[in-house]
């Protein structure tokens, strides 16, 4: 499956930002879908992950509380709200697919990277 991120862009400490993540080529519902970020110089860092139904969610400690993730199996779609944002929360915003990595908080058991999407906060 193939993946494109969008929604990123600039914004104050405290605002709201919404990503979407489009797949394309395989049947997207097949997948649990997760989302990671990524800043210079360091590795891909868990963010949320939701299971191909959407029933399940899970989220690193960081984000717990002012993300949510979800999706819509008919669009193709998946979706991460941000609320309250931090500048430590500037990142680039990657979604992913796995299937025997689900529970899983690392990238390696994540696939189907596609371009990400920049999110800045500034403070």
């Known amino acids: 499956v193939q993946l494109q991120a969008s929604g990123g862009g600039l914004v104050q400490a405290g605002g709201s930002l919404r990503l979407s993540c489009v797949g394309s080529?395989?049947?997207?519902?097949?997948?649990?879908m997760g989302w990671f970020r990524q800043t210079p110089g360091k590795e891909r860092e868990f963010v949320a992950a939701?299971?191909?139904?959407?029933?399940?969610?899970y989220y690193s400690d960081s984000v717990a509380g002012r993300f949510t993730i979800s999706r819509d199996n008919a669009k193709n779609t998946v979706f991460l709200q941000m609320i309250n944002l931090k500048p430590e929360d500037t990142a680039v915003y990657y979604c992913?697919?796995?299937?025997?990595?689900?529970?899983?908080?690392?990238?390696?058991?994540?696939?189907?990277w596609g371009q990400g999407t920049q999110v800045t906060v500034s403070s």
């Open positions: 080529g395989r049947t997207f519902s097949d997948y649990h």
């Open positions: 992913a697919t796995t299937t025997t990595g689900w529970g899983t908080r690392s990238a390696e058991n994540f696939g189907s």
């Open positions: 939701i299971s191909w139904s959407g029933g399940t969610k």
